[in-house]
């Protein structure tokens, strides 16, 4: 089977709301953070959250992190998502990892369902793969260091390899991915990755998420002419399937 996306919470800040409001409210108020992080109840966190979501007051947003460990995407995915620099990344190594079997491609959904594009497709992958092993096998037949030999064979691996990746964002880096991925005119495949993600995000704090998202779930689609025409809905939103493709806070 091809590579399939798979997206893990691995950890976030303690209480990420709570701290989120502790900060937003040190700014007019005249004792330290840490004691409004204890006297606040969760009605004030509630309240105060939301405040500065809707003023667009988002560098208290700035103080919760959330790192995902992301597996099974392509590398024209990961290139993406890479450019997103508020944000850091740990990325498997093409160099020090050996690529795996012909099965480590991400098949994008349009080729998939036709039985032609289908075999041109998983025949160039299989041509792809048989190269990069023959290069291997030359390269460490000659002596060289594995690193070496494998930094070199990379290159005939297509954008379709796929790969892992480690991610970690702050709140406010988080929305603002939301806001362009979540948008039906983001690639299919980083799409479905950013949505994933909120539903995580969601699920541990989601007064700092219920609101992001793209600009049609709130104050309307920023694409002008470019528009795709078919909004998000609630319901919409509310039908899609995260079982798969998002696994919930790894505690081990």
């Not at 959250?49 to 809707?54: D, E, I, K």
């Not at 050996?98 to 991400?106: C, L, W």
């Not at 369902?113 to 792809?128: D, H, I, L, Q, Y």
């Not at 025409?229 to 493709?245: I, N, R």
Request: contains cysteine.
């Amino acid at each position: 089977m091809p590579a399939e996306l798979k997206v893990t919470l691995l950890q976030h800040t303690p209480s990420p709301e709570r701290a989120v409001a502790s900060a937003g409210r040190l700014c007019y108020a005249p004792v330290s953070a840490a004691s409004l992080k204890s006297s606040m109840d969760d009605q004030e966190v509630r309240r105060l959250v939301g405040g500065l979501a809707r003023s667009g007051h988002l560098s208290a947003f700035e103080h919760a992190s959330f790192t995902f460990a992301v597996d099974g995407i392509s590398r024209a995915c990961s290139h993406q998502l890479v450019r997103h620099r508020v944000a850091s990344y740990s990325q498997q190594s093409q160099r020090y990892v050996r690529f795996g079997s012909a099965e480590d491609f991400v098949v994008p959904p349009s080729i998939a369902v036709s039985p032609e594009a289908r075999g041109v497709f998983f025949e160039a992958m299989e041509n792809a793969r048989a190269s990069y092993e023959r290069l291997v096998e030359l390269g460490l037949a000659e002596g060289r260091e594995r690193s070496a030999v494998f930094e070199d064979a990379r290159f005939v691996l297509p954008n379709a390899a796929e790969t892992k990746i480690v991610v970690t964002m702050n709140a406010r880096e988080l929305r603002h991915f939301f806001s362009l991925r979540c948008c039906r005119r983001a690639q299919w495949e980083i799409n479905q990755l950013a949505w994933a993600m909120r539903h995580l995000g969601l699920s541990v704090a989601p007064l700092l998420f219920q609101s992001a998202g793209p600009g049609c779930m709130g104050t309307g689609c920023p694409e002008g002419k470019m528009t795709c025409g078919e909004p998000y809905t609630e319901a919409a939103v509310a039908a899609m399937d995260f079982s798969q493709a998002a696994a919930g806070l790894d505690m081990e």
